[in-house]
């Protein structure tokens, strides 16, 4: 089968501007989950959506958010962009049961200048 | 508030010898602890996934350990390699699919 995949892999923005990154999850998962990844922060959880639902929400502010397709292939959005938002986005996905492993893509590289 | 610690943070080996990676978590009611694998600038590759009812899993010359009782978790690696110059992440799994994880250790095999 093939892995997790994410779209753009890399991408520079300016401040203020709004991002989409994609991500396709493994065939027959029906979990997705998001984590941003930096230096200072580590890796901390976004949201996790299932059945086009978001079930479960981090502590991020109201610019960052998500939706799900009913293929499971989901997207999450940054607004009005900030420096400190520069990180590695990753996308993780996982079957039905909240117990199964969870496998995650390369990440999209985001830069915001 | 949940917390994952991961000691130490930086490790530096010379190949073939065994190494143990520690993990400690806060939360007893954990549902599952898993250890990833991350090369620099990649994503997370798992390694190992053992369920709160299990005491242990291994792969190959990987075994993790989990104590529930005592809030920790080990990855014992046997006859490091130099490939196997990493970070290693534990993340504890809770109710949800939510993983809090740790801070990672960054594993040097010296050939």
């Known amino acids: 089968k093939a892995g997790v995949t994410q779209t753009p892999r890399y991408l520079i923005k300016t401040r203020g501007q709004q991002v989409t990154l994609s991500c396709s999850p493994i065939?027959?998962?029906?979990?997705v989950s998001w984590y941003q990844q930096t230096p200072g922060q580590g890796l901390q959880f976004l949201f996790e959506?299932?059945?086009?639902?978001?079930?479960n929400k981090g502590n991020f502010p109201g610019r960052f958010s998500g939706r799900q397709f009913s293929n499971s292939r989901s997207e999450m959005n940054v607004s009005t962009l900030e420096l400190g938002d520069s990180a590695l986005y990753l996308c993780?996905?996982?079957?039905?049961?909240?117990?199964?492993?969870?496998?995650f893509g390369p990440g999209t590289r985001l830069t915001v200048l | 508030k949940q917390e994952v610690t991961q000691i130490p943070a930086a490790l530096s080996v010379p190949e073939g010898e065994n190494l143990v990676l520690n993990c400690s978590f806060t939360d007893s009611a954990i549902y599952n602890l898993q250890w990833f694998r991350q090369d620099p600038g990649k994503g997370l590759t798992s390694l190992l996934l053992?369920?709160?009812?299990?005491r242990e899993q291994t792969s190959g010359r990987l075994n993790a350990s989990l104590d529930k009782s005592s809030g920790r978790s080990t990855l014992y690696i046997a006859a490091s390699q130099p490939g196997d110059s990493a970070t290693y992440l534990c993340?504890?799994?809770?109710?949800?699919?939510?993983?809090?994880f740790g801070t990672g250790t960054l594993l040097a095999v010296q050939p």
């Open positions: 993780a996905s996982s079957l039905v049961e909240q117990q199964d492993t969870q496998y």
């Open positions: 993340a504890e799994g809770g109710a949800t699919n939510k993983l809090i």
């Open positions: 053992i369920q709160s009812s299990q």
């Open positions: 065939s027959g998962h029906r979990s």
């Open positions: 959506y299932f059945s086009e639902t978001q079930r």
